[in-house]
């Protein structure tokens, strides 16, 4: 059985990379936003025109970009959610919630000084991680029942 993961969340750091190279040999499929910082900024004006106003700069890129993950999270079997320590995401706020909506079995993914501003989301995880290599031991349990080693 292939296993769908929506990995959502902060695009500053390795963290979907850890977790993609630690479950290789695993039957997992792996989606995300795009993750080009600029690209994404720019998907709607590039493709729909360019708008002189950034707040409708940034709004048709929203809209572009929420097709993506809409269906992206739709399709997910599993969504991961990482809350990265030095930006505000948004964005992975809303993923959560919307996963979490769907009935999606949901992974939070971040560290101990966000436990409390994050208590809501938390509590509509199945598990919530602070480390990549804790989210690769849970696709491998789901997939195989075997625990770390």
Not at 8 to 36: C, K, M, N, Y
Not at 106 to 134: F, S, Y
């Amino acid at each position: 059985m292939t296993l769908k993961v929506y990995l959502s969340g902060e695009i500053h750091t390795d963290w979907r990379e850890q977790i993609i190279d630690g479950a290789a040999g695993l039957d997992v499929a792996f989606d995300s936003p795009v993750t080009d910082h600029d690209a994404s900024d720019d998907c709607g004006v590039t493709i729909l025109g360019a708008e002189p106003n950034k707040y409708w700069h940034d709004h048709k890129g929203a809209m572009v970009n929420a097709i993506r993950t809409r269906k992206g999270l739709a399709d997910a079997d599993v969504v991961v959610v990482r809350f990265g320590d030095k930006y505000k995401q948004w964005n992975a706020a809303f993923d959560a919630g919307y996963a979490a909506a769907l009935g999606k079995s949901l992974i939070v993914l971040h560290g101990p000084d966000h436990a409390h501003a994050l208590k809501e989301v938390d509590a509509a995880a199945l598990a919530v991680a602070q480390e990549p290599r804790q989210v690769v031991e849970i696709l491998r349990y789901v997939l195989t029942g075997a625990l770390p080693g």
